[in-house]
């Protein structure tokens, strides 16, 4: 999602013991650790923030994106916010862990557009150094898997400026449909773009899946 629905302000951080996510049945308590072949994605945590930095916040990753924070405390603070979020329900985030290392270097996030996910919205981001190498699409299936077979959401849907060759591709390669331009809808630098809306709904999943079985472990 292009719009995070974060804004950075100076809220008091969660304690770094805190941080670190348990598995627990109810997603709203904690969220669970998605297994893929060459990806974890799992909550993110306070320790994060510095290698979140390094990746996120370059011009090339964040030029399609809201602007993310632009110092270590102001991830830690967007951290510690998600852990709320999630708490109260409203919206979950997984980091990205590829295999062999212990840090995030980029996030799927899904927040809520009508009450209980019925219908939601969800958008990503990876260091460009792990671009190319598939981590997307086995992120992004493990994401789906679990948003409409655990969270229940009906409805999925994705925004990418229509500049952004690289994520709209990506969202049609793992089977997003195109179903609008939504004009001057993303402020940038000052400049309003227009995006493409994407969607998938729950009975798309059930057709891929079909052919695809499901990559939650």
Avoid at 18 to 47: K, M, N, Q, Y
Avoid at 143 to 165: C, I, K, M, S, T
Wanted: charged fraction near 25%; glycine fraction near 8%; aromatic fraction near 10%.
């Amino acid at each position: 999602m292009e719009k995070m629905p974060y804004r950075d302000q100076q809220l008091r951080t969660v304690p770094r013991s805190a941080a670190v996510a348990t598995f627990d049945t109810d997603w709203r308590r904690s969220l669970p650790v998605l297994e893929g072949h060459a990806i974890t994605l799992r909550e993110l945590r306070i320790s994060d923030a510095p290698t979140l930095l390094s990746m996120l916040a370059t011009d090339e990753v964040a030029r399609f994106i809201s602007p993310p924070p632009t110092t270590v405390e102001g991830f830690e603070r967007f951290i510690a916010w998600t852990h709320r979020e999630r708490e109260a329900g409203r919206y979950l985030c997984f980091g990205v862990v590829p295999e062999g290392m212990d840090a995030a270097v980029g996030l799927f996030q899904v927040r809520q557009s009508e009450p209980d996910f019925a219908s939601a919205e969800w958008g990503f981001a990876v260091g460009s150094a792990f671009w190319g190498n598939g981590f997307f699409v086995e992120g992004a299936n493990l994401v789906l898997d679990f948003v409409f077979d655990v969270v229940g959401v009906h409805r999925l849907e994705a925004r990418a400026a229509v500049q952004n060759g690289r994520g709209n591709g990506a969202l049609r390669k793992i089977g997003a449909l195109q179903e609008g331009i939504l004009r001057r809808s993303f402020l940038r630098d000052g400049e309003y773009l227009d995006q493409v809306l994407w969607a998938i709904v729950d009975t798309d999943r059930l057709r891929q899946r079909a052919v695809s079985p499901p990559s939650v472990h």
